[in-house]
Nanobody, 121 residues
Framework: QVRLEESGGGLVQPGESLRLSCAAS????????MAWYRQAPGKQREWVAT???????DYTDSVRGRFFITRDNTKNTVCLQMSSLKPEDTAVYYC???????????????WGQGTQVTVSS
């Protein structure tokens, strides 16, 4: 049974930093792409960052240069280091695990429970 446990959310002031962590269990972690999504009140869930199985990373434009995603396959964890936080970064952040198998590929997604990040003065 795949389980994703998130930690690190909290309340910070604008300009400060925060580190989110996601611990995965119940899967062969190294074969899954990992990502972070977020959902602000009244908004749809949006993609934030991805790190692939070969450690290639990508980011949505609004966080590029401020957020950095990393993975540790020996610890089955993915982290999101957030800096220069802005009020518009306030959202529930979700850890996502995805793997596509077969031809045509079938994708399976797993989600964490979410952790609240609030950026306010």
């Amino acid at each position: 049974q795949v389980r994703l446990e998130e930690s690190g959310g909290g309340l910070v002031q604008p300009g400060e930093s925060l580190r989110l962590s996601c611990a995965a269990s119940g899967s062969d972690f190294r074969f899954y792409s990992m990502a972070w999504y977020r959902q602000a009140p009244g908004k749809q869930r949006e993609w934030v960052a991805t790190v692939t199985t070969d450690s290639t990373s990508d980011y949505t434009d609004s966080v590029r240069g401020r957020f950095f995603i990393t993975r540790d396959n020996t610890k089955n964890t993915v982290c999101l280091q957030m800096s220069s936080l802005k009020p518009e970064d306030t959202a529930v952040y979700y850890c996502n695990q995805r793997r596509a198998v077969g031809i045509p590929p079938i994708s399976t997604d797993y989600w964490g429970q979410g952790t609240q990040v609030t950026v306010s003065s």
